[in-house]
């Protein structure tokens, strides 16, 4: 039995769950997701704790029991309290701003790069620490939009500039060292 499927989800208070076969709603003060999951895998709703259980012991249907419940308590977590991801911006002229709620970053290219946010994220911009918060509800979406920001100028490995998740260690390469002494005498 996996350890992580057979924990049951408790359900806070706000959000409502409703189960309709395979299909999942959940609607809470952030926003509202709905999903549809494997009919070998059983999702039932009891006194305010979700539990999931599998139908076999196939492995298929073992792969899905873990990954199932994971996504549902990610589904409760991002419509009660919501995601947030931070991206750092390293590197001189590379800055961030905010035009309305459209994200503009200028990273060195010959125009600046704007983002304009799907539907439940949201961008906040520290200017003095270069920092750009992205939030939201839906824990892949949010997760998918911040890896395609990264992208536009990942971190270089000699001097670090781009743009790095706050935290993220920089595999850094020594470079140059400079001339030998392999010359004429």
Same mark, same amino acid.
């Given at each position: 039995m996996?350890?992580?499927g057979r924990m049951p989800i408790t359900v806070p208070a706000g959000v409502e769950v409703s189960i309709n076969g395979t299909d999942v709603s959940v609607k809470g003060p952030k926003g509202q997701l709905a999903r549809s999951f494997s009919p070998e895998i059983t999702i039932e709703l009891q006194e305010g704790h979700i539990n999931v259980q599998r139908s076999s012991d196939a492995p298929s249907v073992r792969a899905l029991h873990g990954t199932t419940r994971a996504v549902l308590q990610n589904m409760v977590t991002g419509v009660s309290t919501g995601f947030s991801k931070i991206l750092e911006i390293d590197g001189v002229g590379y800055r961030a701003e905010m035009d309305g709620p459209t994200l503009v970053l200028y990273l060195g290219f010959s125009h600046p790069v704007r983002?304009? /946010? /799907? #539907?439940?994220?949201?961008? #906040?911009?520290? $200017?003095? $620490?270069?920092?750009?918060?992205i939030s939201g509800y839906n824990v892949e979406v949010l997760g998918q939009l911040t890896a395609d920001i990264r992208k536009i100028r990942p971190p270089e490995p000699y001097k670090g500039k781009g743009i790095h998740y706050l935290g993220e260690k920089i595999r850094r390469k020594a470079g140059k060292a400079g001339k030998g002494k392999t010359g004429k005498k």
């Amino acid at each position: 039995m996996s350890r992580i499927g057979r924990m049951p989800i408790t359900v806070p208070a706000g959000v409502e769950v409703s189960i309709n076969g395979t299909d999942v709603s959940v609607k809470g003060p952030k926003g509202q997701l709905a999903r549809s999951f494997s009919p070998e895998i059983t999702i039932e709703l009891q006194e305010g704790h979700i539990n999931v259980q599998r139908s076999s012991d196939a492995p298929s249907v073992r792969a899905l029991h873990g990954t199932t419940r994971a996504v549902l308590q990610n589904m409760v977590t991002g419509v009660s309290t919501g995601f947030s991801k931070i991206l750092e911006i390293d590197g001189v002229g590379y800055r961030a701003e905010m035009d309305g709620p459209t994200l503009v970053l200028y990273l060195g290219f010959s125009h600046p790069v704007r983002i304009d /946010p /799907p #539907e439940g994220i949201s961008f #906040e911009v520290d $200017t003095k $620490t270069r920092q750009v918060k992205i939030s939201g509800y839906n824990v892949e979406v949010l997760g998918q939009l911040t890896a395609d920001i990264r992208k536009i100028r990942p971190p270089e490995p000699y001097k670090g500039k781009g743009i790095h998740y706050l935290g993220e260690k920089i595999r850094r390469k020594a470079g140059k060292a400079g001339k030998g002494k392999t010359g004429k005498k």
